[in-house]
């Protein structure tokens, strides 16, 4: 499963009211029970949005954000999802499609196309567009419960 950019965040907003079962969700998926990927862009994505003063009050550090991400990717559940060969030919399977994606879904279409090419379906994450993906399955942080 790829944790999405929101679910990072509240995971380290303790202001948040989505903090605790984003968190909850996050600790778990370090054990490493399931697989956990992020991508590069969901990594970027989380530090341009911890590390600004107008999204976040106590926003972080770069380093503050460096070191999150480094040790979710440290952690034995957590993997990072790289381009692959066929990453264009995903690209155009994916565009053909979906044609009307443009703008700012540009950035959930990689994280769906990387997920495709990785035979990953599933993505934890509070946002609704990526419902357009037909082979993306949304799990919401919001409806985890805790492990037997």
Same mark, same amino acid.
């Given at each position: 499963?790829?944790?999405? $950019? ?6 380290? !907003? &303790? ?12 600790? &778990? %998926?370090?054990?490493?029970? $399931? =697989? %956990? /990927? @992020? ?10 949005? $911890?590390? !600004? ?5 106590? !926003?972080?550090?770069? %380093? +503050? ?5 480094? *040790?979710? @990717? &440290?952690?034995? *559940? /957590?993997? @990072? @999802?790289? =381009?692959? =060969? ?20 540009? !950035?959930?279409?990689? $994280? %769906? ?20 993906? =037909? ?12 492990? +037997?």
């Amino acid at each position: 499963m790829v944790f999405d $950019t929101n679910v990072l965040v509240y995971s380290v !907003h &303790e202001q948040s009211e989505f903090y605790q079962p984003c968190f909850r969700r996050l600790q &778990e %998926a370090r054990t490493g029970r $399931t =697989p %956990a /990927f @992020l991508t590069w862009n969901i990594c970027y994505e989380f530090l341009r949005v $911890t590390t !600004h003063p107008q999204v976040l009050p106590n !926003h972080w550090s770069i %380093a +503050e954000g460096r070191n999150f991400i480094a *040790g979710l @990717l &440290e952690s034995p *559940g /957590f993997d @990072l @999802l790289l =381009p692959t =060969p066929n990453h264009l030919s995903e690209l155009y399977r994916v565009t053909t499609e979906l044609p009307d994606i443009r703008g700012n879904r540009i !950035h959930d279409m990689h $994280t %769906a196309v990387l997920m495709r090419e990785h035979g990953i379906s599933q993505i934890c994450t509070l946002d609704s567009d990526f419902r357009r993906f =037909p082979f993306v399955e949304i799990i919401d942080p919001l409806q985890y419960t805790e492990p +037997e």
